[in-house]
Nanobody, 127 residues
Framework: QVQLVESGGGLVQAGDSRRLSCTASGRAFSAAGMGWFRQAPGKEREFVAVIFNWKGRNSSRAYYADSVKDRFTISRDNAKTTVSLQMNSLKPEDTAVYYC????????????????WGQGTQVTVSS
C-alpha cells in the first residue's frame, strides 16, 4: 500500500521560513513526478510545485506556481522517497493545508492528474 506522509506544518509569522517534507512508503517514485498542492479555506486545491527526475540522469527539473516562484524550493532525495518544500518569505496568503502528491499522468498542475496523495499538513502564516 502506497502512503505519502507530510510533516513540518505549523504556525509561523510573515517573513519566516518553513520546510515541509513528504515521505513515500510502499514504493519508490524514481522517475515519477512528486509535487505539492495547497488548499485554503473556501478555495480549490491549487498547484504549488512539482519536481521530475530525468530518467537515466542525475538531475531533476522543477516547476512552480507564479505565486511561490523565487520564494519556495522543491527538492527530493537520491532514494526518490522523500520530497521537500522549502518555503521562504512566507505571506499570510500562503496559509493553507499543504498536500504532497505523486505520479502525475497528465498536466502536472492539475490535482486530478496525481495518483497518490498525503493527508495534508496545515501551514498558518500570521501577519
Amino acid at each position: 500500500q502506497v502512503q505519502l506522509v507530510e510533516s513540518g506544518g505549523g504556525l509561523v509569522q510573515a517573513g519566516d521560513s518553513r520546510r515541509l517534507s513528504c515521505t513515500a512508503s510502499g514504493r519508490a517514485f524514481s522517475a515519477a513526478g512528486m509535487g505539492w498542492f495547497r488548499q485554503a479555506p473556501g478555495k480549490e486545491r491549487e498547484f504549488v510545485a512539482v519536481i521530475f527526475n530525468w530518467k537515466g540522469r542525475n538531475s531533476s527539473r522543477a516547476y512552480y506556481a507564479d505565486s511561490v516562484k523565487d520564494r519556495f524550493t522543491i527538492s527530493r532525495d537520491n532514494a526518490k522517497t522523500t520530497v521537500s518544500l522549502q518555503m521562504n518569505s512566507l505571506k499570510p496568503e500562503d496559509t493553507a493545508v499543504y498536500y504532497c502528491a505523486a505520479q502525475p499522468s497528465g498536466s502536472y498542475f492539475e490535482p486530478s492528474s496525481f495518483a497518490y496523495w498525503g493527508q495534508g499538513t496545515q501551514v498558518t502564516v500570521s501577519s
